[in-house]
Every structure is written in C-alpha cells, then in structure tokens.
C-alpha cells in the first residue's frame, strides 16, 4: 500500500527537500542535446537514475515510460540519468544496445564518472527524484515500488506550476516480459553476487546438496573481486533457490558462448525464461542481465545449474523474482 493511501492525500504540501542540481557532469547523452536549466524552466521534472542489468529497475521502467508518455505534453519533463554498477557497463556502446533493446527513448544522462549520483548524493538504483516547476526536489522514492504515490505527486505539481490540464487516473502497465513485478509472495532468495567483495554463501567445492539460497562453482573458476571467471570449458553454477524468476548477469570473454540451463537436473520446459528455450539453451552475446527461469508454479525450493561451453565467462549476480 502507498504512503498516499495510508495518511497523505493529493493536495497535502509536500516537503521541499534539496534544491535540483545540474547535470553537467553527464559523459554523454542520449537520445537528446545536452539539458540545462534553461531547457527545464518551468518543468515538473522526474529523475530516474539507472544502471541497465538492473532487475530492480527494469521492474519500473514501465511505470516510468508510462509516465513520460502521459505527462511529457502537459509540463512535465523526464531525465533519464545512467550510472554504473559493473564495469562493462561505462562502455557506452552497451548503453545504446541496451537503450535499443529495452525501448527507452527519453533523454538520457550518460553519468560514467558518478558525478550526477555524487550531485544527488545518491545511493540507490533505482532512485527516482521529482522537482517542482521552481526546481525544488519534494518527492523521492528509492528502488521499486511506490508507483501511485508518485504519480499523484506529478500531478499535483503539475496542477500546482499553473496546469489545467493534467490527466487524471493512473497508468496500467503490462505486467510482462522483463518489467513483470516480482512475486514477493514466494521470493525468498536474495540477490546474490558471485565475486569476492560482496559474495555471501558460496560453497567450496562439490556439494552433492545445497542448503537453499547457498551456490557452488564446478570446474576451473577464479573468484575475482567483482565476478567469478571461468577458465575452461564446461564450468558449471549451482544455486539452491525459491523465486519464480531466476536471473544472472552475464558477460563473455569472447562471444558467442552457448550454456545449457537445468532445473532439479531437468530442462526447465515451460519454466524457461526470455533467454533460454524449453530445452534450456542459451547464448551470451552481450554483457547484460540474462533471464533464465520464469516459473508458473508451484513455487518451492529448487535447485538451479547452468554449464557453459567455453571458458572466459564472468558471472557478476544473481536476482531473482
């Protein structure tokens, strides 16, 4: 349930929390020029901050493209603002296939050197800001969720900077594909990262049972800092897990590298997710977040491998739906 729902109603004032900084420090930008003050005068404005192997921001971008189609001709303005979480994602020409993928076509902030996050002083991803017509930040919302409190705070900045005709009602959004919600209900498996500044319950060795929410590595695999590397052929994961979804940041040394996906020691069928067939196959072209099981039901603990074909596979983390 929102915080609107449970004490705060639209026309309540809002606290004024910071003032909106620029966004001069952005490396680059996307689908737009460069965006200044003078281009934001006036504007309500949303900032989305967002890294593109994130699974907990791709459960809001259809909130967010929503908003940008209903509100965009009606004085609000959206800035898009990319920093990265893993290395590979600085390279720009990652950002723009993931842009193309995913259908994100407002502007975005190239924010390569974290200088915009510093300016925030943010933490988060996702992490959404909205500043009033006067550039004045009243409403935050970090990671998922809170989606009909923020739209009814754009609106009642819009109706506050002077607008007559802000549409009413909330968006629907397609709850599908990638930007499916999370099944909070069954999830019971955290995200997990695979190197070793943040791992938590890996297992060494070959376990013939994993307690749930514990992993293994088969074969020839180096823990580094920010990812396990596989060095040979046919390394495998395992992951006792309890979710629906079942996701894996992925990049290849030298792609293509096919892997094969099982479930309790059989191809996942139905269950396989947008990245693998029924026979649980897969590839790893580009280094991005790759879904690899999506359950119907019923949701309980199960035990998740995949093998890869050839070595230079680095495997970042794991999260789950």
Not at 99 to 115: G, Q, T
Not at 187 to 201: F, K, R, V
Request: net charge negative; proline share 6%; hydrophobic share 40%.
């Amino acid at each position: 349930m929102s915080l609107f729902s449970t004490g705060r109603d639209a026309g309540t004032t809002l606290p004024v929390e910071s003032h909106l900084p620029g966004f001069d420090g952005a490396t680059e930008w996307l689908n737009s020029e460069p965006l200044d003050a003078a281009d934001l005068d006036g504007k309500v404005v949303l900032v989305d901050f967002w890294t593109y192997t994130c699974i907990n921001w791709l459960r809001t971008l259809g909130y967010v493209r929503a908003w940008s189609e209903k509100y965009a001709d009606h004085g609000m303005a959206l800035i898009s603002v990319h920093t990265p979480e893993f290395w590979f994602e600085h390279d720009v020409d990652n950002i723009r296939k993931a842009v193309e993928d995913l259908h994100v076509e407002f502007p975005i902030a190239v924010d390569s050197d974290y200088a915009i996050w510093r300016a925030f002083a943010n933490r988060y991803w996702p992490a959404l800001y909205i500043a009033d017509a006067e550039g004045l930040i009243r409403h935050h919302q970090f990671g998922e969720g809170g989606y009909e409190e923020c739209e009814l705070i754009i609106q009642q900045l819009l109706r506050d900077a002077g607008r007559d005709d802000v549409p009413s009602g909330l968006v629907s959004v397609p709850d599908e594909g990638i930007e499916a919600q999370a099944d909070w209900s069954t999830l019971e498996t955290p995200e997990t990262y695979l190197g070793s500044n943040q791992a938590q319950n890996f297992v060494r060795g070959e376990p013939d049972e994993l307690d749930l929410n514990h992993w293994s590595l088969t074969g020839d695999w180096a823990v580094e800092p920010h990812a396990s590397v596989l060095n040979a052929p046919n390394g495998q994961i395992r992951f006792r897990f309890h979710a629906r979804d079942v996701n894996l940041v992925l990049r290849a040394k030298e792609p293509p590298v096919p892997f094969r996906v099982l479930v309790d020691g059989r191809p996942p069928g139905e269950a396989h997710g947008l990245d693998v067939d029924e026979d649980g196959r897969g590839t790893i072209v580009e280094p991005r977040l790759y879904q690899l099981i999506r359950q119907a039901g019923p949701i309980e603990d199960r035990t998740f491998e995949i093998t890869f074909d050839a070595p230079g596979v680095e495997g970042y983390s794991f999260t789950f739906g």
